[in-house]
Structures are given as C-alpha cells and as structure tokens.
C-alpha cells in the first residue's frame, strides 16, 4: 500500500525560505518509472502543479516557478523535499506530494496535504 | 507553456443526469490528459489517465474521451457522490481551472 504524508512549518514570514519534506512509504525512488510531485491550492482557488522528480533524477519545474523551487530526493530515507525561496503571502496554501508512474504521466495516490500560511 | 482551460466553470445538475465536462490544450498534448475528483478539504483522486483509461476501483459511470487537444469527461449517471469539482491536468504537470458539479 502506498502512502505519503507531508511536513513542514505551518506559518512562514515573506521573504523566507520554505522547506516541505514528503515521506513515502509502499515504493521506491530507485524504482525505475516512478515519480513524486508536488502540486499547490491556495484556499477556494484550482490545483497548481510545482515540481516533479523521478527515479532517474529528472528533475521538471513549473516555468513560471522555476527560479524559486528546488526537488531534491533521499532514496535511503523515502523522502522528496521541495525547497520554496522568497515566499509571499500568495504562496498561502495546501501543499500536496504525490506519486506518479512515468507510464501513466499521472498522480495517484496523493498525500493528505499540508496547509501553509505566509503572514508576518 | 501549454495552457488548459475547462468549460463549464460550474454546472448544476440532478442525480441521474448525464453530466460531460470539457477539456481543451492550448495545443497538442496527444493522449496524456488526466481528469481528478475533489471534495471540499480532501486531497485530489484520479479517475481518469491516458484521456481513456479509467484508474483502479473508480465507477464505470466515469469514462473519459480525446486526444490533441479537445477532452471530454463523462458521467453517466450522476450520483449523490459525485457532485465535487473536477480538474483535468495535462501529462504530470500543469492543471485546468476546474469544474464545479452542484446539485441543481
């Protein structure tokens, strides 16, 4: 059965640095074909995908994003961390880690989502 | 960037109806187009990847149509759990606005 959950700091000030840990258990990172994404939703607003990693170290980023995101994987310890530079009050929302297969090009099984609030 | 808009926005409809949603790309992303579920405070859930091919344990009155740039989701036969919002998402990447089904 597979599982992720996410973590991370509920409320950020703008300007700082955001660091989201997604832990995964059921699959492997070293895995040929898997993935783990992450995907945004401010509150009433649509989902918004952020970044993706795949078991080979490919790497893909929402352009608009792009300069702020960083994915990183640990395979030994089942975690993906997204790293968010510069956060804004806009960047408010529920952050989502989820799992992908390379074949099907879609999520899932999702994480139940962490809430994260800019404010100074 | 390939853009992807969803039409209706929002669609009221009655247990029993037959409720179709449409997806279209800014251009051709051949078959890979997902479609999701959501209910207020719950995480996404896929039904729908490949345009066509319809995810594990999702009800058959669920099926979805296309390819390049024109999609179709279809409920057949809406029922009492069915009414959410529903996001189409081009392969592993960006998302469509969403459509919201509501109870007429």
């Known amino acids: 059965q597979i599982t992720l959950k996410e973590s991370g700091p509920t409320l950020v000030k703008p300007t700082q640095t955001l660091t989201l840990t997604c832990t995964f258990s059921g699959f492997s990172l070293s895995t040929s074909g898997v993935g783990v994404g992450w995907i945004r939703q401010p509150p009433g607003k649509a989902l918004e995908w952020l970044a993706l990693i795949y078991w080979n170290d490919d790497k893909r980023y929402s352009p608009s994003l792009k300069s702020r995101l960083t994915i990183t994987k640990d395979t030994s310890k089942n975690q993906v961390v997204l790293t968010m530079t510069n956060m804004d009050p806009v960047d408010t929302a529920t952050y989502y880690c989820?799992?992908?297969?390379?074949?099907?090009?879609?999520?899932?099984?999702w994480g139940q989502g962490t809430m994260v609030t800019v404010s100074s | 960037d390939i853009q992807m808009t969803q039409s209706p926005s929002t669609l009221s409809a009655s247990v029993g109806d037959r409720v179709t949603i449409t997806c279209r790309a800014s251009q051709s992303i051949s078959s890979w187009l997902a479609w999701y579920q959501q209910k207020p405070g719950k995480a996404p859930k896929l039904l729908i990847y490949?345009?066509?091919s319809l995810e594990s344990g999702v009800p058959s009155r669920f099926s979805g149509s296309g390819s390049g740039t024109e999609f179709t989701l279809t409920i057949s036969s809406l029922q009492p759990d069915d009414f959410a919002t529903y996001y189409c998402q081009q392969y592993n990447s960006y998302f469509g606005p969403g459509t919201k089904v509501d109870i007429k």
């Open positions: 989820a799992h992908i297969h390379f074949t099907i090009r879609a999520f899932d099984i």
């Open positions: 490949k345009a066509s």
